[in-house]
């Protein structure tokens, strides 16, 4: 039996299940075939989309430049230990193809200091929160995003950077990542994720990500609500508990991945 492929703008298949053949008419072109030699026939069109899937079929090229912006848990993808063998980017990439990699995820860094590892890219992922509420940020409110307060709450500084990625490229498509849970790690956080740092909770950080993405009609990658929780964070994390380890950051991946997906495929 035989799989029929054709690529096609426009194309118009007549087929008659009682028939003994089926005439494929592809532009000014028509051939005829006996149906009882055809296994399958299988439309596509190379002009719907930049993006194809290709080899097995797992493996989604995307012609586009990631940048990569993030805590020690983004920087971690470049830096990677003996307690893990690779971070959530490279997950993501054997399974969506970017034509360039740039991981600038900054070690112990907060989201105020993100516009400044900005470069040019075409899409733009932001991993901040947990070093926030480690370092008691304020969380500021949604008006502080509106109103571009410039006042150094978590929320001023997620329109700072969101204003330098649209000016470096007002065509950028971003993916806003929640938090992943997180507690302990010695005093920087505190016994449960679910508990207070000094009046600030870590899903009051989670909300204003949320909040922005909904405004800007921009996709998030749940880590928080997705990647583990109180009972087993300290399984997937190198750590008790803020770093991931290979599960924790597969969990990561495939999240981010889902989330890529969503914009990226027609």
Not at 115 to 127: F, G, H
Not at 205 to 218: D, G, H, P, T, W
Request: glycine residues 8%.
């Amino acid at each position: 039996m035989r799989t029929i492929t054709f690529i096609i703008a426009i194309v118009a298949a007549t087929i008659y299940s009682a028939a003994q053949s089926v005439n494929i008419h592809q532009g000014a072109n028509s051939v005829g075939f006996n149906v009882s030699d055809i296994d399958s026939i299988i439309f596509s069109s190379n002009n719907a989309t930049n993006n194809e899937y290709k080899g097995n079929g797992n493996v989604l090229a995307v012609d586009g430049h990631w940048l990569s912006l993030g805590t020690s848990i983004s920087w971690y993808n470049s830096n990677v230990s003996s307690a893990f063998t690779k971070g959530y980017q490279t997950r993501v990439l054997e399974q969506i193809e970017f034509s360039k990699f740039t991981n600038n995820g900054a070690n112990a860094s907060c989201l105020s200091s993100a516009k400044n590892y900005v470069i040019k890219a075409d899409y733009y992922t932001i991993e901040h929160g947990i070093n926030d509420w480690g370092n008691s940020v304020p969380v500021g409110t949604f008006e502080d995003y509106l109103n571009n307060t410039k006042n150094g709450t978590f929320a001023a500084s997620y329109r700072e950077l969101i204003d330098k990625i649209y000016s470096t490229n007002p065509k950028a498509m971003i993916v806003l990542c929640t938090p992943r849970k997180a507690y302990g790690f010695g005093t920087y956080l505190p016994a449960h994720w679910y508990d207070a740092k000094n009046g600030i909770y870590l899903e009051d950080y989670v909300k204003i990500i949320r909040q922005i993405a909904e405004y800007e009609s921009l996709p998030v990658a749940d880590f928080f609500r997705y990647g583990g929780g109180q009972r087993n964070l300290d399984k997937l994390s190198i750590d008790v508990a803020l770093h991931p380890n290979d599960n924790g950051y597969q969990i990561m991946a495939n999240i981010l991945v889902d989330a890529f997906k969503s914009v990226l495929l027609p």
